[in-house]
């Protein structure tokens, strides 16, 4: 093995360049020499690839983003989008390929493995949503998770302010990692998220029981879900039950930049070496992870065929603490 090429794809979340760099000291330090592949899948389609030097990633640990670029590639999911991926690789000279992103990205490297029998790809998980099965965590999910509950904060004081109910609504695609981690860290009454029912009623009366008590104000954080903006008629349905008005913010593509936290850098940097170390020890179609600590791998079609559930006791504690 002498050369190597990483690329990002999808969403990016902060972190990415952590890997990244930490990938190419990495290979250097093997005398590999290691590529990035611009703007994830369209650039891999494209053969667009940039070299990774020392001086390429100087000062990017701190950067959120990802330097290389990303990009939601369609063509991926058609096999002559894939034998053109598979054509550059094999131009581009790559011996392995890393691979940082989330389900969908992992979803084309196994059909693309399935196709053609192409270099070996190592998965690296980067997504704000938290929801790769074979990891706890994924790049970018502390520093989205942080910026919620900072949000969750400043919007405590205007909520508490005017004895307001806020709903705050976070991204996280068909999950609640986010939304289920950053209500509790932000002190939330409510949580609205995809994995359970969500009865009007129930929180509705909940956020009573709490005012009769003497809350005075109430924060729901509503988790995306499979439709962005759906908290505007939640607020709607909430307010309408207690004839109260009640506000909504949506986080958004906020949740997506600034700097990543240490954890994310951690969690990058560790993947980032472990990525080239893989690739060296001769594996491929895996995706590495940390569970309970400790690194993991996790053959590719698993991580988007499986489902990772949320976390049971963080749900409880949620249960208890908003009570
Ligand atoms: O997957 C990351 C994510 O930020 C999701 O939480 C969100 O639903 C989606 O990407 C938004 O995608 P886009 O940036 O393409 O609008």
Redesign the pocket.
Known sequence: MTRIGILTS??DAPGMNACVRAAVRTALAHDLTIVGIRRGYTGLIDGDMVQLDRPAIRNTIHLGGTIIETS?NKDFYTREGRLRAAGAIERMGLDGLILIG?EGTFHGASLLAADVDTAPLIGVPG???NDIYGTDYCIGFDTAANCAVEAIDRIRDTARSHERIFLIEV???EAGFLALESGIAGGAEELIIPEEETSIARISEHIRDGFTHGKKSAIVVVA?GKK?GASFELAREIGGHLGLDPRVVVLG?L??GGRPTLRDRVLGSRLGVAAVEALLEGRGGCMIGEVGGILRYTALEETWQKKKPLNEDLRQIFAILSE
């Open positions: 999808g969403g939601r989330g997504s704000i949503d991204m996280g695609r995306e962005p593509h949740q997506r």
